[in-house]
T-cell receptor, first 115, second 117 residues
Framework: AQKVTQAQTEISVVEKEDVTLDCVYETRDTTYYLFWYKQPPSGELVFLIRRNSFDEQNEISGRYSWNFQKSTSSFNFTITASQVVDSAVYFC????????????FGPGTSLSVIP | GAVVSQHPSWVICKSGTSVKIECRSLDFQATTMFWYRQFPKQSLMLMATSNEGSKATYEQGVEKDKFLINHASLTLSTLTVTSAHPEDSSFYIC?????????????FGQGTRLTVV
């Protein structure tokens, strides 16, 4: 069965600090997709990244970076030089090849960036 | 990019009444859509899979007679919360994938906040 764990329930950092959000997943499939979504207070889900199981290259997009480690089943997300606008709940998610549309979410990490 | 639209964005209804939420894929066809529910400070929990032209598939613990799903066309799925109670108050979000483009990213609607009073 697929499962996503985000051990950090809440994180608070001071603006300009770097912060890493952890994500550990479980799946029996060899082909799967991992996602990160941001959910600001408005509630709308904002897509951040998708990574397939065959691509372990780390990715950087501006202040965001992702570290995918299949050996440890982790897909961690780092925000560099955090800003107040980064305050939101962040969800790591997983979908398996057998049902790409069916996205299973982790419990989420609430990030507060303090000015 | 692909867009999924939900309507209404928020709704308040009285206990015992029914409320319908629409989920539309605006620029692509979706044979499958998904409905999620999110309680305050919790994660999104998959409720059901909506299949165009056939019955929806419900996750364990979700009452199919209470949460009626209809997927009448390739661009529209509806979720009807019947005989709503205050405990049904939640944030409901749908998602769909643009299968025609072979994409694997699920697009989410903006969500519907339901308050039952």
């Amino acid at each position: 069965a697929q499962k996503v764990t985000q051990a950090q329930t809440e994180i608070s950092v001071v603006e300009k600090e770097d912060v890493t959000l952890d994500c550990v997943y479980e799946t029996r499939d060899t082909t799967y997709y991992l996602f990160w979504y941001k959910q600001p207070p408005s509630g709308e889900l904002v897509f951040l990244i998708r990574r397939n199981s065959f691509d372990e290259q780390n990715e950087i997009s501006g202040r965001y970076s992702w570290n995918f480690q299949k050996s440890t089943s982790s897909f961690n997300f780092t925000i560099t030089a955090s800003q107040v606008v980064d305050s939101a709940v962040y969800f790591c998610a997983l979908s398996e090849k057998t049902s790409y549309d069916k996205v299973i979410f982790g419990p989420g990490t609430s990030l507060s960036v303090i000015p | 990019g692909a867009v999924v639209s939900q309507h209404p964005s928020w709704v308040i209804c009285k206990s015992g009444t029914s409320v319908k939420i629409e989920c539309r894929s605006l620029d692509f066809q979706a044979t499958t859509m998904f409905w999620y529910r999110q309680f305050p400070k919790q994660s999104l929990m998959l409720m059901a899979t909506s299949n165009e032209g056939s019955k929806a598939t419900y996750e364990q613990g979700v009452e199919k007679d209470k949460f009626l799903i209809n997927h009448a066309s390739l661009t529209l799925s509806t979720l009807t919360v019947t005989s709503a109670h205050p405990e049904d108050s939640s944030f409901y979000i749908c998602s769909a994938r643009d299968q025609g483009a072979g994409r694997t990213e699920a697009f989410f609607g903006q969500g519907t906040r339901l308050t039952v009073v």
